[in-house]
Nanobody
Framework: QVQLVDAGGGLVQAGGCLKLSCAASGGTFGANAMGWFRQAPGKEREFEREFVAVINMSDGSTYYADSVKGRFTISKDNAKNTVYLQMYSLTPEDTAVYYC????????????????????WGQGTQVTVSS
């Protein structure tokens, strides 16, 4: 049974940085897409889970939400079935539970922002940015 284990969250001051990781375990995963969504305080309903970034595990192409472009970088290590989210210049608006997401479907760039396109989810890691 494939599981996604996300980690690396914590408390950081505004302007600081954090690096999240997401590792797929439980066998050969072969994901085509791995990425991150986040859910801010007061937005606990599933449809309020917001796309952050995704990476194509085959060709390395990346996609970002406008709100994080230029501040966040997603990267991958195929040998470890792991992706990373390096976050810089964090603001209180970035405070959220960050969820790793993945699927094995054919990569469709037009679907990457749709949470329903993903089949696997991590348990979430809390990121809190203080002002």
């Amino acid at each position: 049974q494939v599981q996604l284990v996300d980690a690396g969250g914590g408390l950081v001051q505004a302007g600081g940085c954090l690096k999240l990781s997401c590792a797929a375990s439980g066998g050969t995963f072969g994901a085509n897409a791995m990425g991150w969504f986040r859910q801010a305080p007061g937005k606990e309903r599933e449809f309020e889970r917001e796309f952050v970034a995704v990476i194509n595990m085959s060709d390395g192409s990346t996609y970002y939400a406008d709100s994080v472009k230029g501040r966040f970088t997603i990267s991958k290590d195929n040998a470890k079935n792991t992706v990373y989210l390096q976050m810089y210049s964090l603001t209180p608006e970035d405070t959220a539970v960050y969820y790793c997401a993945a699927n094995r479907k054919t990569f469709l760039s037009g679907r990457v922002g749709n949470r329903n396109w993903y089949d696997y989810w991590g348990q979430g890691t809390q990121v809190t940015v203080s002002s």
